[in-house]
């Protein structure tokens, strides 16, 4: 079970403490200078570490000093280790400070006899192109290396003159006309021709520069028709047209050309391959003849290795905007008719080849068209799409080898893609995998498994009849603990609870544990348990939960299983929820809230606590609790207080109290200081979202008190009165007019808090987010429907609300939450405006409004567990405190520049789900100590409230504030960041930095003003001073 939590604690950090990066950087440079060449050589090939671990420019710049200084002193082959280090690092050469002493340093090699030293520095310089690309001397060198007798030499000047070409205009615009010399003298070799020739892709600078290389391109591929030189010459040609954008139409046209007329299927193949290029870069640019020119190459070639390459072009356009260009020609014409048909009769004739690649891009290409084309009538295309697939299907689920298995997933993904877009074809399309299931190989069994989860969570397809066709399966999986049986189990488990997410027989859940208890191990049943939460079955994840707490090693693993356990436990009270028994539902969310306070407790620590740390293990088997100590808890807890709001008498209220304390007093568990979380992993967006599920639940259930108060306490004999002196019809009831009010500002302020949530998760999926949004639109509703039922009918609009059912939903969760959504709307808008001011059909409509919600079992999705992408963001501040608590001295007459630096760090899978685009910096100042005489300032000069946008480049930013401090005290300082997506959508992920400013009094004001407190007038001198004192 050590790997149970492999996907939030992994980086937990455990181990021996390391270096700052000062100790790191002098451990490195002491190996630089050893004597031997061995440690020279792990020094050197260390950096990369290093620059990863500390990517600040302060280190970089000095670490890169101290490499050039062993490429100038070194002996080839350290030079070589320098050379590698530097290409490794090419996204930190942009933070070396001293850029031409480091480059002073390579350069004086290139003046070296040794021709393999001159090689070795030509490709430091072309990796250093990016930070240098206008340095004549370089490009002179490059040049001059060109004509070099060394072989090894003018390959490394081909290579840095490549890297310029990219980087620097005027560069390439020089060396053309030379490269295009070499390359067309009779004294070239050829194969140095080859290596030449590439270096054009990069002339795409200008118009006139893509020009006369193109020109030169067609020159080279009539000149030399061999097979080499024609497929260096039209990848190059490709590469320069989709780098410059105006020739691509040309382009494929030119490759189209090649792939019907050149007999050579070397030349043919890399046409396919450029195409490929230009289909998934440009598929905009591909006319209705360029795609009826491919069909036709397609349908005539008797090669299939040929006509496979085709198939993979088709379908990549096919699922682009060039189908639609393709099939939305002008009727009327019998050549429009053949092209279309053309496509067609293509992707049918593959979709039952002999070869699986071809009959699975056949397959693929009538599904983009199903999907794409949906205003046409293609009743005999989505036919043969699912024949098609069908027969793939059963193809490919027998052979595990895995090519087959390749074949399978891009069908599976078609299904999906099929069903989506053409529900009617759900049924048969999960009866085929139904049936095939039972037949299959177990790769080929977890790869359906999947497709099932994924077409039910779209579409409820899954009836009860083929629920027993699954459990059947899962009985005959086996006793093996290989790891396909092993992943096998947790998809058809995750099939099983998508197709019963209402509830879980008996029968079912039997199966489940006996099976698990068979043939599985812990981290199967944990990811068992996971999916269970996923799919809202919390009485199946509870017991599983529980049944793994004892197969853990590490406390922080047991934490975080019982708090898991714990908030099953507490969704499932909430499943007894009936509507209208409004007595049951305050004891059913009683009993949720005290489980879920057990699990926060579990997850974090101290949660009874005050703000104070320290004291801690109060109470554990028995103890006594110190008198200093009791003033520091609460006596009755929040998640008690609606309960004792509905008890009937001082005797009631009296025995919760009693009975929470006996049940909760003797395990300590709400003074444990162990917990799942632990500083270098806090668990903040778990944490934050069960606050505010807590939060939430105590929300309805005050509601529902609040409700009942109409009954309980009747307004008085007075609020007729009030309520016809004051104006106000609401008073007539009482206090609940002003409980109601209350209600609804708690409602909109845990939607917000909501909202938070979702802008802090940057790096969570998409269903994760759209959960985060469905509970801030249950909150919105309710505290509209208070609002318009209660407290201002006649100003209430429904129209903001009413598209809240059409949107498409991707979960049945979401289905469920929408039905809710749209059901309640209805009741409220239909008791709008009615029985004023309050009715009990108006408290009864939200009371069930409530419960409608609660009764929709909640979600745990993939972010609470596993943490798929990972972003974060580093800041550096100059100048900075050696001590952070220590302020930086600045006079009151200057100005702060303060330098903001910061790192974008990424895990495995950077940009999975969004990409950062920029990244917003806002400077705020606040003065907290104020030190001498009171002046009058002006207001804008109290204060510093800045904000920047900068774009990280390599995953680096950097930019500047100038702070004004005219107050003398102590000012605090804070930088905080957020993150702009590539959508524009900005999220809140932090970190915020705070320093500490004193504003100093300048001496010669100082002087001055103690002067005219002793009555002196300042003299002529000091008045001369004053005016040219800055100076």
């Known amino acids: 079970m050590a790997a149970s939590a492999k996907s939030f604690l992994a980086d937990a950090g455990y181990g021996e403490q390391e270096l700052d990066a000062n100790s790191a950087l002098m451990e490195l440079d002491k190996g630089l200078r050893s004597g031997k060449l061995g440690e020279q050589c792990e020094a050197v090939v260390r950096f990369p570490r290093l620059f990863q671990k ?11 000093l101290k490499l050039a200084d062993v490429f100038r002193v070194g002996n080839n082959f350290l030079r070589l280790c320098v050379l590698k280090v530097t290409q490794q690092s090419e996204k930190h050469l942009e933070k070396i ?112 520069l893509a020009s006369s290389s193109r020109q030169l391109l067609q020159q080279l591929v009539t000149s030399y028709p061999s097979t080499k030189m024609v497929i260096v010459t039209l990848h190059t040609f490709t590469l320069l047209a989709a780098s410059s954008l105006v020739d691509i139409p040309k382009q494929i046209q030119l490759l189209l050309q090649y792939l019907k007329n050149d007999p050579r299927k070397a030349v043919k193949r890399l046409a396919i391959q450029d195409l490929k290029l230009l289909a998934n870069k440009t598929p905009h640019t591909w006319s209705r003849e360029n795609i009826q020119a491919l069909c036709e190459s397609a349908l005539h070639t008797p090669y299939d290795s040929l006509k496979l390459g085709m198939l993979s072009v088709l379908s990549t356009l096919s699922g682009t905007i060039a189908i639609k260009q393709y099939f939305s020609s002008a009727p009327g014409t019998a050549a429009t008719t053949a092209r279309s048909f053309d496509l067609v009769k293509l992707a049918q004739e593959c979709c039952y080849h002999n070869n699986r690649g071809i009959a699975a891009h056949g397959v693929r290409i009538l599904t983009n068209i199903s999907a794409s084309c949906q205003e046409k009538d293609l009743l005999p295309l989505e036919q043969d799409a699912v024949f098609g697939l069908e027969a793939l299907l059963v193809l490919c689920s027998q052979d595990d080898s895995p090519g087959a298995q390749a074949t399978l997933k891009i069908t599976l993904t078609c299904m999906v893609k099929l069903v989506k877009c053409r529900p009617h074809l759900s049924q048969s399309v999960v009866e085929s995998l139904l049936t095939q299931l039972h037949s299959a190989q177990d790769a080929a069994r977890i790869l359906m498994c999947h497709c099932l989860a994924a077409i039910a969570m779209q579409l409820p397809v899954l009836a009860d009849g083929m629920l027993g066709d699954l459990m059947d399966l899962y009985k005959l999986i086996g006793r093996s603990a290989t790891d396909k049986k092993q992943e096998l189990l947790v998809s058809l488990a995750t099939v099983i609870f998508v197709s019963s997410q209402k509830a879980l027989s008996s029968e079912v859940k039997t199966v489940i544990k006996q099976q698990l208890e068979n043939a599985s191990n812990g981290w199967t049943a944990y990811r068992i348990a996971r999916q269970a939460s996923r799919m809202g079955n919390h009485d199946m994840a509870r017991e599983l939960y529980q049944s793994l707490l004892t197969q853990v090693a590490s406390e922080h693993f047991y934490f975080w299983l019982n708090s898991l356990k714990e908030f099953s436990h507490a969704e499932q009270c909430l499943t007894g929820l009936q509507e209208d028994n409004y007595s049951s539902a305050l004891s059913c969310i009683a009993e949720a809230l005290k489980s879920y306070h057990k699990g926060i407790a579990s997850l974090t620590c101290d949660p009874m606590e005050s703000e104070q740390q320290g004291n801690t293990n109060l109470v554990r088997g028995g103890r006594t609790i110190q008198s200093h100590q009791i003033s520091r808890i609460q006596i009755v807890p929040a998640f008690m207080i609606p309960v004792l709001i509905s008890s009937a008498d001082f005797t009631s209220c009296m025995l919760h109290i009693v009975l929470f304390w006996v049940q909760y007093l003797p395990c300590g568990l709400f003074w ?56 106000n019809d609401l008073q007539r009831c009482g206090r609940i007019s002003n409980q109601m009010k209350h209600s609804m500002e708690e409602f909109r302020n845990l939607a917000t808090r909501y909202g938070d949530l979702y802008q ?34 006649e100003s209430t609009s429904f129209q903001e609300y009413s598209s809240n059912g059409t949107a498409h939903v991707e979960s049945e969760y979401e289905r469920r939450m929408m039905s809710v959504f749209n059901r309640v709307l209805e009741e409220v808008e239909s008791l709008n405006r009615k029985y004023a001011p309050v009715s009990y059909l108006h408290t009864a409509c939200l009371c069930n409004a409530v419960i409608a919600l609660l009764k929709v079992p909640l979600s745990f999705q993939r972010y609470f567990f596993q943490k798929l992408q990972s972003t974060s963001i580093k800041l550096a501040l100059s100048p900075s405190p050696r001590n952070p ?22 895990g495995s899978k950077p940009g999975l789900f969004r990409k950062i685009q920029s990244v917003c910096l806002n400077v705020s100042s606040v003065l907290q100590s104020k030190s001498g005489q009171d002046y009058k300032i002006p207001i804008d000069n109290m204060t510093n409230e800045m904000e920047q946008r900068v774009e990280p480049h390599n995953d680096y930013f950097s930019t500047q504030f100038l702070l004004n401090f005219v107050i003398l005290g102590t000012h605090n300082i804070t930088v905080e960041s957020s993150v702009i997506d590539s959508n524009g959508i900005v999220w809140k992920t932090g970190p915020k930095t705070t320093i500490f400013v004193k504003s100093l009094e300048d001496p010669y004001s100082q002087q001055v003003r103690l002067q005219q407190q002793q009555g002196q007038p300042p003299s002529q001198q000091q008045q001369q001073r004053t005016a040219y004192s800055r100076f």
């Open 885 to 906: 608590a220590e302020p930086i001295a600045v006079q009151n007459n200057q100005q702060l520049a303060l330098k903001v630096e910061g790192v974008v760090q990424h």
């Open 54 to 64: 500390y990517p600040f420019p302060i280190l970089i710049n000095s670490a890169f």
């Open 760 to 793: 802090s998760s940057f790096d969570a999926d998409s269903a994760t987010l759209r959960n985060v949004e469905l509970q801030q639109q249950s909150c919105l509703l309710i505290s509209h429907a208070i609002e318009a039922l209660i407290l201002d009918p």
């Open 672 to 727: 444990s200081r162990r917990a799942a979380s632990t500083p270098l992993n806090p668990l903040s967006f778990q944490c934050g979202f069960v606050k505010l599920r807590i939060d939430l639940l105590q929300a309805f259930s005050q509601l529902i008190c609040t409700c009942n108060s109409l009954k309980t306490s009747p307004p008085p004999a007075i609020a007729t009165t009030i309520a016809m002196t004051s104006g």
């Open 97 to 208: 400070l001293n850029v031409d002493e480091f480059v002073k340093r390579v350069f004086s090699v290139i003046h070296s006899n040794d021709p393999v030293a001159r090689a070795i520095t030509l490709r430091m310089l072309g990796s250093m192109a990016s930070i240098i690309p206008e340095r004549k001397n370089a490009h002179h060198s490059i040049r001059q290396s060109l004509d070099s007798h060394d072989n090894v030499e003018v390959e490394a000047a081909i290579f840095a003159a490549a890297n310029f070409s990219a980087q620097s205009k005027d560069f390439a615009a020089g060396i053309c006309n030379k490269i295009s010399e070499m390359i067309q003298g009779l004294a070239t070799p050829v194969d140095l021709k080859l290596k030449l020739i590439p270096i054009l892709q990069h002339m795409h600078h200008d118009a006139s």
